[in-house]
C-alpha cells in the first residue's frame, strides 16, 4: 500500500493561486491512479480531479475545469494540483489518494485505497 503526503495549502487571496503536492512512498507510485479531493465545513468530500498512472488522462470535476491542473512526475513519486483564479468557494481541505489502477483515471471515492492527511486551503475574498 502506498503513503502519501500533501504539502503546498495554505492562504491566498481571490484570483491567486496554489499548488498542492502529493508525495508518495512505499509502492511503485507510476501504477496508481491519483485523485485529488476537497471537503468544505460542513459538506461532503468530493472528488477535484484525478490523472492516470501515466499521466496521459485526465479527469476534472466541472467546478474547477479550466482553472485546476493536476499533474505528475513518476521520477519523484509526485503529482500536483496547480490551482489557479481561486474563489473563496475552493476554501476547503485538500486531499489526495490512490488506487492502484495501471490504465484507468479514477473518478469514484470509493475505489480509492489510500490517503493523505490533507493540507488546509482557504480563500480569502
Known amino acids: 500500500q502506498v503513503q502519501l503526503v500533501e504539502s503546498g495549502g495554505g492562504l491566498v487571496q481571490a484570483g491567486g493561486s496554489l499548488r498542492l503536492s502529493c508525495v508518495a512512498s512505499?509502492?511503485?507510485?507510476?501504477?496508481?491512479?491519483i485523485g485529488w479531493f476537497r471537503q468544505a465545513p460542513g459538506k461532503e468530500r468530493r472528488i477535484v480531479g484525478a490523472?492516470?498512472?501515466?499521466?496521459?488522462?485526465?479527469y476534472y470535476a466541472d467546478s474547477v475545469k479550466g482553472r485546476f491542473i493536476i499533474s505528475r512526475e513518476n521520477a519523484k513519486n509526485t503529482v500536483y494540483l496547480q490551482m489557479n483564479n481561486l474563489n473563496p468557494e475552493d476554501t476547503a481541505v485538500y486531499y489526495c489518494?490512490?488506487?492502484?489502477?495501471?490504465?484507468?483515471?479514477?473518478?469514484?471515492?470509493?475505489?480509492?485505497?489510500?490517503w493523505g492527511q490533507g493540507t488546509q486551503v482557504t480563500v480569502s475574498s
Open positions: 489518494a490512490a488506487d492502484q489502477a495501471w490504465l484507468t483515471v479514477t473518478v469514484y471515492e470509493y475505489e480509492y485505497d489510500s
Open positions: 490523472i492516470s498512472a501515466s499521466g496521459i488522462r485526465t
Open positions: 512505499g509502492s511503485p507510485f507510476s501504477s496508481y491512479s
